[in-house]
């Protein structure tokens, strides 16, 4: 099992930059696929970019291509998000999970994912 505790987020003003970071416990951590999902008032939570176990193989949403980087650091049990340009609608609350699936490389839909964190809340102001 593994805990995750996501930080980071804030009030950004429109074009700014956050970097979230995601922390897990446990030694296994490596063996995870990461991914970062986001939720919206009123919206369903979607998928926004996974990283594969060692951080070769990535996946974005085509709405955050070229804005979003996610990357892992194994050594630190961490992985991050980076947002760069950001616009309002980007705002919600972003989350982490890990899915312990061994037959794929990454995996983009909610129920792949078998940990969650608590998430961080992301406003981006006009």
């Known amino acids: 099992q593994v805990q995750l505790v996501e930080s980071g987020g804030g009030l950004v003003q429109a074009g700014g930059s956050l970097r979230l970071s995601c922390a897990a416990s446990?030694?296994?951590?490596?063996?995870?696929?990461m991914g970062w999902f986001r939720q919206a008032p009123g919206k369903e939570r979607e998928f926004v970019a996974a990283i594969s176990r060692r951080g070769g193989t990535l996946s974005y949403a085509d709405s955050v291509k070229g804005r979003f980087t996610i990357s892992r650091d194994n050594a630190k049990n961490t992985v991050y998000l980076q947002i760069n340009s950001l616009k309002p609608e980007d705002t919600a609350v972003y989350y982490c999970?890990?899915?312990?699936?061994?037959?794929?490389?990454?995996?983009?839909?909610?129920?792949?994912?078998?940990?969650w964190g608590q998430g961080t809340q992301v406003t981006v102001s006009s």
């Open positions: 999970a890990a899915a312990r699936d061994v037959l794929r490389s990454v995996v983009t839909t909610l129920n792949q994912y078998d940990y």
């Open positions: 446990g030694s296994t951590f490596s063996t995870y696929i």
